[in-house]
């Protein structure tokens, strides 16, 4: 039988409580606080793995925000479901793009190339069902990146691609991982209709567009044009 072992970058304790504590009561779960040593996201994920250890090679790893709360009771069963059904996805969110060109996956024509389903809460506290181009219990696996709010990576995909330590502080760590994935891997990216809500939006500042502008110029090297698809990724063989 399949099984879930959570990572959680905890910096909040009151963000923790509130939200995704709530969802992680009898769960396999391991917290990585901050520290002196863990100053960025990446880190804090490779450590959770680390501390993980070896797991079964049909287990799945959820790399999940504090600010998150899983709404729907049957969200396990529904996902390995889906995982057993789509055996070609390695890592499965719940939004995220088909075209990325840089910074946020919801910079480049929204409406279009946007994927997914959410339950986002605005500043104001106000929540709203955020959803393209999927349709509902449906899963999508033509994605190029997904938010890292939630992330579900197959034991096999953790085997190969770890974090990018080089990806500093606490952005653009989704989109390398899900960029490496499909650059060193033969899974695709996915989402699925998994009732959660995210309770922060999430705002660009300085450190997030220099992140971003080292990270797209980086795939640019290699000679990958924008914007990127997971179609013209995988035509590309980097060995």
């Not at 939004?95 to 919801?106: A, E, F, N, S, V």
């Not at 959410?118 to 994605?143: A, C, E, F, H, T």
């Not at 960029?179 to 809500?197: A, H, M, P, R």
Request: charged share 25%; hydrophobic share 35%; net charge negative.
């Amino acid at each position: 039988m399949r099984k879930f072992h959570y990572i959680i970058a905890k910096h909040n304790d009151e963000i923790y409580d509130k939200y995704i504590a709530k969802s992680m009561v009898g769960k396999n779960v391991i917290i990585v606080e901050d520290s002196d040593e863990l100053t960025s996201m990446t880190k804090k994920y490779n450590e959770g793995i680390k501390r993980l250890g070896k797991i079964h090679k049909d287990d799945s790893v959820i790399f999940i925000h504090e600010d998150v709360n899983i709404l729907d009771h049957l969200f396990e069963s529904r996902l390995a479901m889906a995982l057993a059904s789509n055996p070609d996805v390695g890592v499965l969110g719940v939004y995220g793009t088909t075209h990325y060109t840089g910074g946020g996956w919801w910079s480049f024509e929204r409406d279009t190339y946007a994927v997914g389903s959410i339950m986002q809460m605005v500043k104001s506290g106000q929540i709203y069902n955020m959803r393209d181009n999927l349709p509902p219990y449906s899963i999508r696996k033509d994605l190029v990146t997904i938010d890292g709010c939630m992330m579900v990576a197959r034991a096999d995909v953790l085997n190969q691609v770890k974090f990018d330590e080089g990806i500093k502080g606490y952005h653009q760590y989704d989109n390398s991982f899900c960029l490496e994935v499909l650059l060193n891997t033969k899974y695709k990216i996915g989402v699925g209709d998994f009732s959660i809500l995210h309770a922060s939006e999430g705002e660009p500042d300085e450190d997030w567009m220099n992140e971003s502008l080292s990270l797209i110029n980086r795939y640019k090297e290699l000679g990958l044009k924008l914007p990127l698809t997971s179609k013209n990724i995988k035509e590309v063989n980097y060995g």
